[in-house]
C-alpha cells in the first residue's frame, strides 16, 4: 500500500478549501445575480411609472403659467382701470369742486343775511339737571317736553 505523505495531505485539503471557497464564490454570485435581476426590474418599473408622472407635471407646469399670464394681464387691467379712475376723480374734483364751495359759501352767507346775524348775539347757556345718570333740561324736569 501507498503511504500519503504530509505533502499529499496538504494538496488535499488545500483542495478541498478550494473548493469550499469555490461553492460559496458561486453561492455568493448567484445572490448576487437574483439582486442585481430584481434591481433592474424595479429601475424599469419606476422609470415606467416616472416618465407619464413628468408629462403630467409638465403639462401642469405649462397650465399653471398660462393661468399666471392671464392674471397678469387681468391685474395690469385692473391697475389702468384704476389710474383712469384716479384721473377721472381728479378731473371731476377739479370741474366741480371749486364751484361746489363758492355755491356753499354764498348759500351761507345768505342764510347769515336773512337770519339776522343771531350768532353774534351769545346764546343764553340751557340749565341742565342730571337725573338718574341722564342729563336733561330743567323743563324736562319739570313734565315739559324739549
Keep these: 500500500m501507498h503511504t500519503v505523505s504530509g505533502g499529499e495531505v496538504a494538496g488535499i485539503l488545500v483542495a478541498v478549501f478550494w473548493a469550499i471557497l469555490v461553492s460559496f464564490l ?36 405649462r397650465s399653471a403659467q398660462t393661468q399666471i399670464d392671464r392674471v397678469d394681464a387681468i391685474a395690469s387691467d385692473v391697475q389702468e382701470v384704476t389710474s383712469n379712475a384716479s384721473a377721472l376723480s381728479t378731473t371731476v374734483a377739479s370741474t366741480f369742486g371749486g364751484p361746489l364751495v363758492k355755491v356753499a359759501a354764498f ?9 339776522g346775524r343771531k350768532e353774534d348775539v351769545p346764546a343764553k347757556a340751557s340749565r341742565r339737571t342730571v337725573i338718574v345718570g341722564r342729563t336733561v333740561s330743567r323743563r324736562s324736569a319739570r313734565g315739559k317736553r324739549d
Excluded at 445572490?31 to 407635471?57: F, G, H, I, S, Y
Excluded at 348759500?107 to 337770519?115: K, T
Design 107 to 115: 348759500g351761507y352767507g345768505v342764510r347769515r343775511a336773512l337770519g
Design 26 to 61: 458561486a453561492v455568493a454570485l448567484a445572490r448576487l445575480a437574483q439582486t442585481l435581476k430584481a434591481t433592474t426590474k424595479l429601475v424599469a418599473d419606476v422609470t415606467d411609472q416616472a416618465v407619464p408622472l413628468l408629462a403630467e407635471a409638465s403639462t401642469a407646469v
